[in-house]
């Protein structure tokens, strides 16, 4: 054996250390490394501004911004907008994801729900989401159902595609042995079926939240007196160029907080059922 056989070759470097971490994966650098894209951007934004070399009425420097958000957010108005369409997108997402998992159920498992089911729901699921909202109005009114309601359709179909699909591949020996402990409908389902495909569900929750925020706007653009997506067409409608970056800022830090959740959720969900 020669000298250096236990060494690594010259010219590489290891990736992970004696824990078997590489660095990019320590919890302190993904949070760290988190901020470089949107502190660049921040950063970008200023010299744009303060350059002029975009004109201060299309691209208000993020001072303003801030300025814009303090004030709304000492009057107790931005927190208003924030809550009533939290409130909407929770809604939406919860019956849009439970009916789509029911949905997903029977499409996934049964040949019946498949044969029924999959023609109209992907016919459905072709239709934009505006072509719904007078449909809606007419039939629920400008209140809460109809934007509810938009939402929970924009939620459903990634739960609905995502989790069907994976139904579809359930390991057999899995229901066999289920069904071996006596296992049938709803506690099959739910106990050997459900969570082995937990990673797909996640996955379909989380295109389902993201569908959710931009189902909340169309609808609040369209018919509502509160709301972020209310805010953003009056801000438009005022000039508030201000305001209208920050909706769309707050609209993004939800988003980013509504998908933190779900990846906690996940965790929780493969430590229990895996």
Same mark, same amino acid.
């Given at each position: 054996m ?18 078997? %971490? ?5 919890? +302190? ?5 988190g901020?470089? /894209?949107?502190? +660049?951007?921040?950063? +970008? ?5 303060? @350059? ?6 299309? =691209?208000p +420097? ?21 809550a009533?369409?939290?409130q ?5 997402? $919860?019956l ?12 996934g498992? %049964? ?6 089911? @999959?023609?109209?729901?992907?016919? !459905?699921? $072709?239709?934009? @989401?505006l $072509?719904? /909202?007078? =449909?809606?109005?007419l ?10 309601t938009?939402? *929970?359709?924009? $939620?459903?179909f ?7 699909g ?8 899995l ?18 079926? &459900? ?7 996640? @996955? ?5 939240? *993201?569908? *959710? ?14 709301? =972020?997506?209310?805010?953003?067409i ?6 508030r160029?201000d ?6 800022i707050?609209?993004?830090l ?6 933190a959740? !779900? ?6 969900? &493969?430590?229990?059922?895996?």
């Amino acid at each position: 054996m020669t000298a250096g056989a236990g060494a690594p070759e010259a010219g590489i470097t290891p990736r992970s250390g004696p824990t078997g %971490t590489t660095l990019w994966s320590r919890p +302190a650098v993904r949070i760290a490394g988190g901020f470089v /894209v949107p502190l +660049a951007l921040v950063v +970008a934004w200023q010299i744009a501004s303060s @350059s002029g070399l975009v004109p201060s009425y299309l =691209l208000p +420097a993020p001072a303003t911004v801030l300025s814009a958000g303090i004030e709304m957010a000492q009057s107790g108005e931005l927190w208003l907008h924030i809550a009533i369409s939290v409130q909407r997108v929770i809604l939406g997402f $919860a019956l849009g994801s439970i009916v789509g998992i029911g949905a997903a159920a029977l499409v996934g498992l %049964t040949r019946i729900g498949d044969v029924l089911l @999959s023609p109209s729901l992907a016919a !459905l699921r $072709a239709i934009p @989401s505006l $072509a719904l /909202v007078p =449909l809606l109005l007419l039939w629920m009114g400008i209140g809460e159902d109809s934007k509810v309601t938009l939402i *929970a359709i924009g $939620a459903f179909f990634p739960v609905y595609t995502t989790v069907s699909g994976a139904l579809r591949h359930v390991d057999t020996r899995l229901v066999e042995m289920g069904r071996s402990f006596s296992l049938r409908g709803w506690e099959l389902f739910r106990l050997v079926q &459900l969570p082995s495909v937990v990673p797909p569900l996640v @996955s379909g929750l989380r295109l389902a939240m *993201a569908q *959710a925020w931009l189902f909340l706007v169309a609808a609040e653009l369209i018919a509502a007196s509160m709301g =972020l997506g209310f805010l953003l067409i009056y801000s438009q409608q005022t000039g508030r160029v201000d305001r209208i970056i920050l909706t769309i800022i707050v609209l993004a830090l939800l988003g980013a907080v509504s998908n933190a959740i !779900l990846t906690l959720v996940e965790k929780r969900l &493969l430590r229990r059922w895996t």
